[in-house]
Structures are given as structure tokens and as C-alpha cells.
């Protein structure tokens, strides 16, 4: 039997929503599944996948830029997979202690997408992130990773048994 396709992308400005992207797709891959991790500005097509994770970080509580695009160039074939969200960003232990909600412009896109589930994680701020502004918020002790693996497979896992329990579409 031929391995589902899934496609993981993900739009990040600094690395660390990229790091989530490559959790989910290596547990995808031991779950049984063909995973494909790529940043969201490099999908031009999506038709050669069974299904869809679309990831963003999260800057000012917007979705990044290319994430939003790739939704938007992509949403014909979106719309005839199974599509599931995930946001990172906030750096603190806010997305540890309950469910965060997504923000405006990620409910958008699921409710466009017709998307299955989204999860909020932790970001990562640390004193390698670039920018004055990462800078300035490292020093003042507003940083941090929190990204928790755990947290981001098990998710994962939830998406393979969906997928799973249903086979190809």
C-alpha cells in the first residue's frame, strides 16, 4: 500500500518555527507516513500531497507573510485535502498551561480552508534570534524556548490517527 504524502510547510522569519515543522514531519515519518518539510515560500503546488500541515510564526499577533501566501496560492487544492494549522510565537508558558486560540488571521485561513485542527505553540527567543528587538527583549529576561517536542508530537501523532483512521481521500 502506497504511503500517504503529506506536505509539512511553515513560514518563519528566524528558524524556529521551522524547528516545529521538522517535529512534526519527523514524527509523521515514524508514524508511517511520507513527510515532506518545507518553508512555506517554496510551495508553489500542493496537488502531489495527500494532505496538508501549514505552519506560521507569529509576529504582533499576525500570521508571517509567507504562510498567508502560501494559503492563498495553494487554497483551490487545499480545499480538496485534509488541512491542519499550528502557530508559534508566544514566548512565554502561555501555550503550555491552555489551548491558545488562533489569532484572526489564522482563523481566517482555517475557517477558508476548511482546515481540521490548529495548535498554538511556544516560540523561541533566545540570544542567538536576530534583531535588535530579539536583542533587547533576550536582555531584559523575555526570552526564552519554549517549544515543547512533547507537546508537538503528540500533536502530530493526533494528525497521523486522523489521517489514519480515514485513509487517502
Known amino acids: 500500500m502506497k504511503k500517504q504524502r503529506i506536505l509539512v510547510a511553515y513560514g518563519s522569519k528566524h528558524g524556529a518555527t521551522g524547528g516545529i515543522a521538522e517535529e512534526i514531519g519527523r514524527t509523521l515519518e515514524q508514524d508511517g507516513f511520507d513527510a515532506e518539510v518545507r518553508p512555506a515560500s517554496e510551495v508553489q503546488d500542493v496537488t502531489g500531497f495527500d494532505a496538508v500541515v501549514l505552519g506560521s510564526s507569529l509576529y504582533a499577533g499576525h500570521w508571517q507573510r509567507d504562510a498567508l501566501r502560501c494559503a492563498g496560492r495553494n487554497a483551490d487544492a487545499l480545499a480538496h485535502r485534509?488541512?491542519?494549522?499550528?502557530?508559534?510565537?508566544?514566548?512565554?508558558?502561555?501555550?503550555?498551561?491552555?489551548?491558545?486560540?488562533?489569532?484572526?488571521?489564522?482563523?481566517?485561513?482555517?475557517?477558508?480552508?476548511?482546515?481540521?485542527?490548529?495548535?498554538?505553540?511556544?516560540?523561541?527567543?533566545?540570544?542567538?534570534?536576530?534583531?535588535?528587538?530579539?536583542?533587547?527583549?533576550?536582555?531584559?529576561?523575555?526570552?526564552?524556548?519554549?517549544?515543547?517536542?512533547?507537546?508537538?508530537?503528540?500533536?502530530?501523532?493526533?494528525?497521523?490517527?486522523?489521517?489514519?483512521?480515514?485513509?487517502?481521500?
Not at 491542519?84 to 501555550?95: E, K, N, R, T, Y
Open 82 to 169: 485534509p488541512v491542519w494549522l499550528f502557530s508559534s510565537g508566544p514566548v512565554d508558558s502561555s501555550a503550555e498551561r491552555h489551548d491558545i486560540p488562533p489569532v484572526p488571521g489564522a482563523a481566517r485561513t482555517m475557517e477558508h480552508l476548511h482546515a481540521r485542527g490548529h495548535a498554538t505553540f511556544g516560540g523561541s527567543l533566545t540570544s542567538e534570534t536576530p534583531g535588535w528587538i530579539a536583542r533587547t527583549m533576550v536582555k531584559h529576561g523575555k526570552g526564552g524556548d519554549f517549544r515543547n517536542p512533547e507537546r508537538i508530537r503528540a500533536w502530530a501523532h493526533e494528525i497521523g490517527n486522523e489521517l489514519r483512521s480515514q485513509g487517502p481521500e
